[in-house]
């Protein structure tokens, strides 16, 4: 049976990632409030703008003519704890929060890796003036705006409008909109947006891709009451988790949504009053540094070295090694589909009629969208049973750290599949990813000075169980790998002497690839934890009326 959310209750950015929605654009604004009458004001003249997870017209929903459009800009909200309790919540509530939460991110750094390059000391000034105690600087409130671009690629205009607006209600007595997104402090908020590249007929289109060149953002979880169920049965497969019958199932909603049923069977304990938390969740928001020259200049090193050893070409020995590294091609293409480059020429021969269906701009034929929806399939819909090695997609790559599917199944090699357990231990370490690129794209850009990265923003119901094991132990150690020490080789936190394996097929001749000296090819520039309430309790907040008992 399917789950039916209050949709109208929960802000949008939990339910949809907004880019593939047709949002490009976003602007993240941190506003900093001096005393609880005027934050309570200003939470009361956004909570009628708030956009909610009702659903929109779209072609992923059947009934999608029946519902309405999509606003021209979305806003939501999130809060820290620290600004919570300037908001004069009651000390009963705030003291029941998590302890990660109340602690916040820069306390956390051992566990985050925020060290060397990524220390605080290199974050921008509006992350880094609360960690230094400056007076007025410390971060309460962040208010995300993502905007639908028009033909040409440029924002709509409904964007600047809201921002002048928030400008403004940002400048009244009591609260201040932080500046210094920027190393040099400049800038009033962070930019976000995506790739854009021409479709052919004058206008542009997103293209999913991030500034290393790798399409991102494909394995975003399906959880319970996220979609329709006709819309649900199609997106859940590689999504959700694997039952131990093999089939694909919607992750449990209390992964993501406090106040609801998670993976253990329980709803977790919600601080005071009970209706607080509920339909809300957490968001950890990371904006990470992509040394794009780095990255190349090493590839461009070990692929030379590759192409010699093995007689191949360099642009194969290149492409190869990045997609070992990651777990997919470049275009997305999984390894675990395409092992080989052969096999990835193969494939996409195979499917070379996909560019021209997902570019079309008009609307798609029932076979088109069914292509493309087999296509889709593809990409995502994978099991690492017949992998256990890591032949196909080595052990470490990136995309096995951050989603290990069935690999931890401890009874994975029985022949029996009523023996094995799916993916139930990686199931509640799963996060969902809300954010975009920052920054130029520029590839023949080799100046890593250049602002270009990644903001990352994770949403889970439990940071400690989700975001930071996931950080902590998967991407930057290897016990669950049998890796010892090896971290992620594209985010990992690389020591001197750090490495990366490609493994060989254990009956065959060739020896396995070490990737050796991986450089830091990825830096914390900021960051911060931040509480995401319904509507309801955003409302009971602005009013003044949150009481424990």
């Given at each position: 049976m399917s789950k039916t959310l209050d949709l109208r209750d929960i802000q949008g950015n939990i339910v949809?990632?907004?880019?593939?929605?047709?949002?490009?654009?976003?602007?993240?604004?941190?506003?900093?409030?001096?005393?609880?009458?005027?934050?309570?004001?200003?939470?009361?003249a956004l909570h009628p703008r708030v956009t909610t997870s009702e659903r929109w017209r779209h072609a992923w929903e059947d009934d999608h003519g029946n519902l309405p459009a999509p606003p021209p800009v979305t806003l939501n909200i999130a809060l820290t704890w620290q600004g919570l309790r300037?908001?004069?919540?009651?000390?009963?509530?705030?003291?029941?929060?998590?302890?990660?939460?109340i602690d916040g991110m820069a306390p956390r750094k051992h566990i985050l890796t925020d060290t060397g390059p990524s220390g605080h000391r290199h974050w921008d000034p509006v992350w880094?003036?609360?960690?230094?105690?400056?007076?007025?600087?410390?971060i309460h409130v962040l208010v995300t705006l993502n905007a639908q671009m028009q033909p040409d690629g440029t924002p709509v205009p409904e964007l600047e409008e809201m921002t002048d607006w928030l400008r403004d209600l940002g400048a009244g007595d009591g609260m201040t909109l932080l500046t210094g997104h920027n190393k040099d402090g400049s800038?009033?908020?962070?930019?976000?947006?995506?790739?854009?590249?021409?479709?052919?007929?004058?206008?542009?289109?997103?293209?999913?891709?991030?500034?290393?060149?790798?399409?991102?953002?494909?394995?975003n979880p399906v959880f319970a009451g996220q979609y329709p169920p006709q819309v649900e049965a199609r997106r859940v497969k590689g999504r959700g988790k694997i039952m131990p019958d093999?089939?694909?199932?919607?992750?449990?909603?209390?992964?993501?949504?406090?106040?609801?049923?998670?993976?253990?069977?329980?709803?977790?304990?919600?601080?005071?009053?009970?209706?607080?938390?509920?339909?809300?969740?957490?968001?950890?928001?990371?904006?990470?540094?992509?040394?794009?020259?780095?990255?190349?200049?090493?590839?461009?090193?070990?692929?030379?070295?590759?192409?010699?050893?093995h007689g191949v070409p360099q642009e194969e020995a290149r492409l190869t090694l990045k997609a070992k590294m990651v777990g997919r091609w470049p275009n997305g293409v999984p390894l675990m589909a395409a092992p080989t480059y052969a096999d990835m020429l193969r494939f996409d021969a195979a499917w070379s009629d996909i560019p021209a269906i997902r570019n079309k701009s008009g609307a798609r034929t029932t076979a088109e969208q069914a292509r493309l929806d087999a296509w889709n399939e593809q990409m995502i819909n994978f099991k690492y049973r017949d992998d256990q090695v890591g032949v196909s997609c080595p052990i470490s790559a990136h995309i096995r750290r951050g989603n290990m599917r069935d690999m931890l199944d401890p009874r994975i090699a029985s022949a029996n599949p009523r023996d094995r357990t799916g993916s139930a231990l990686t199931n509640r370490r799963?996060?969902?990813?809300?954010?975009?690129?920052?920054?130029?794209?520029?590839?023949?850009?080799?100046?890593?000075?250049?602002?270009?990265?990644?903001?990352?923003?994770?949403?889970?119901a439990n940071l400690f169980r989700q975001f930071e094991f996931v950080l902590q132990q998967w991407m930057n150690y290897g016990?669950?790998?049998?890796?010892?020490?090896?971290?992620?080789?594209?985010l990992g936190y690389h020591q001197p002497g750090s490495k990366f394996m490609i493994q060989a097929d254990p009956e065959g001749e060739d020896t396995p690839w070490v990737m050796n000296e991986l450089p830091q090819f990825i830096e914390t520039r900021g960051g911060e934890y931040f509480f995401v309430p319904s509507l309801n309790t955003l409302n009971m907040i602005a009013l003044g009326v949150v009481d424990p008992t």
């Amino acid at each position: 049976m399917s789950k039916t959310l209050d949709l109208r209750d929960i802000q949008g950015n939990i339910v949809r990632a907004y880019g593939r929605y047709g949002f490009p654009h976003a602007r993240y604004f941190l506003f900093h409030i001096h005393e609880a009458v005027a934050g309570r004001r200003f939470l009361a003249a956004l909570h009628p703008r708030v956009t909610t997870s009702e659903r929109w017209r779209h072609a992923w929903e059947d009934d999608h003519g029946n519902l309405p459009a999509p606003p021209p800009v979305t806003l939501n909200i999130a809060l820290t704890w620290q600004g919570l309790r300037v908001l004069d919540l009651p000390t009963e509530t705030l003291s029941q929060f998590p302890r990660e939460f109340i602690d916040g991110m820069a306390p956390r750094k051992h566990i985050l890796t925020d060290t060397g390059p990524s220390g605080h000391r290199h974050w921008d000034p509006v992350w880094r003036a609360p960690i230094e105690k400056a007076p007025g600087r410390d971060i309460h409130v962040l208010v995300t705006l993502n905007a639908q671009m028009q033909p040409d690629g440029t924002p709509v205009p409904e964007l600047e409008e809201m921002t002048d607006w928030l400008r403004d209600l940002g400048a009244g007595d009591g609260m201040t909109l932080l500046t210094g997104h920027n190393k040099d402090g400049s800038g009033d908020y962070q930019q976000g947006g995506a790739r854009l590249v021409p479709r052919g007929d004058g206008t542009m289109m997103i293209d999913a891709q991030e500034h290393f060149g790798f399409e991102d953002g494909i394995g975003n979880p399906v959880f319970a009451g996220q979609y329709p169920p006709q819309v649900e049965a199609r997106r859940v497969k590689g999504r959700g988790k694997i039952m131990p019958d093999q089939t694909w199932a919607p992750l449990a909603t209390g992964e993501f949504l406090i106040g609801h049923v998670d993976e253990s069977q329980q709803i977790p304990f919600s601080t005071r009053p009970p209706r607080f938390m509920f339909n809300g969740t957490f968001l950890a928001f990371r904006k990470l540094h992509e040394n794009v020259g780095l990255f190349h200049g090493y590839i461009d090193k070990q692929a030379a070295i590759y192409a010699d050893v093995h007689g191949v070409p360099q642009e194969e020995a290149r492409l190869t090694l990045k997609a070992k590294m990651v777990g997919r091609w470049p275009n997305g293409v999984p390894l675990m589909a395409a092992p080989t480059y052969a096999d990835m020429l193969r494939f996409d021969a195979a499917w070379s009629d996909i560019p021209a269906i997902r570019n079309k701009s008009g609307a798609r034929t029932t076979a088109e969208q069914a292509r493309l929806d087999a296509w889709n399939e593809q990409m995502i819909n994978f099991k690492y049973r017949d992998d256990q090695v890591g032949v196909s997609c080595p052990i470490s790559a990136h995309i096995r750290r951050g989603n290990m599917r069935d690999m931890l199944d401890p009874r994975i090699a029985s022949a029996n599949p009523r023996d094995r357990t799916g993916s139930a231990l990686t199931n509640r370490r799963r996060i969902l990813r809300r954010g975009l690129p920052y920054g130029a794209f520029e590839p023949d850009n080799t100046d890593d000075r250049t602002e270009r990265g990644v903001i990352f923003v994770a949403i889970c119901a439990n940071l400690f169980r989700q975001f930071e094991f996931v950080l902590q132990q998967w991407m930057n150690y290897g016990l669950d790998l049998n890796a010892g020490n090896d971290t992620c080789p594209l985010l990992g936190y690389h020591q001197p002497g750090s490495k990366f394996m490609i493994q060989a097929d254990p009956e065959g001749e060739d020896t396995p690839w070490v990737m050796n000296e991986l450089p830091q090819f990825i830096e914390t520039r900021g960051g911060e934890y931040f509480f995401v309430p319904s509507l309801n309790t955003l409302n009971m907040i602005a009013l003044g009326v949150v009481d424990p008992t």
